[in-house]
Nanobody, 121 residues
Framework: VQLQASGGGLVQAGGSLRLTCITS??????YAWFRQTPGQEREFVAA???????YYSDSVKGRFAISRDNARNTLYLEMNSLKPEDTAVYFC??????????????????WGQGTLVTVSS
């Protein structure tokens, strides 16, 4: 299983970015985005579960949108109204958690390499 994330970069506060994660080698119930800053635990951002059910952390709800193109095996994270506190390395993940654990990073066994998002004030 391979996941390859891309799309990070430097953007001003209020701007937008779209992250992309190409997956190969397997099909999973849940595809998710997490983010991490130095010295902090990996934080759940969003997940799409069983193809259609979408979940977001409170900190990004209403600003970020997760989607997956199953034909292209590609996961997206559309990030709008970005804030400096969104600055982090973003990771895509794939796995088969039960629904109640969809936001638990420890459940996922397949991870992309991370892409850095920097939001300047």
């Amino acid at each position: 299983v391979q996941l390859q994330a891309s799309g990070g970069g430097l953007v001003q506060a209020g701007g937008s970015l779209r992250l992309t994660c190409i997956t190969s080698g397997g099909t999973f119930r849940s595809y998710a985005w997490f983010r991490q800053t130095p010295g902090q635990e990996r934080e759940f951002v969003a997940a799409v579960f069983d193809r259609t059910r979408k979940y977001y952390s409170d900190s990004v709800k209403g600003r970020f949108a997760i989607s997956r193109d199953n034909a292209r095996n590609t996961l997206y994270l559309e990030m709008n109204s970005l804030k400096p506190e969104d600055t982090a390395v973003y990771f895509c993940a794939a796995g088969n958690p039960i629904l109640s654990a969809v936001s638990a990073s420890g459940i996922y066994r397949n991870w992309g390499q991370g892409t850095l998002v920097t939001v300047s004030s």
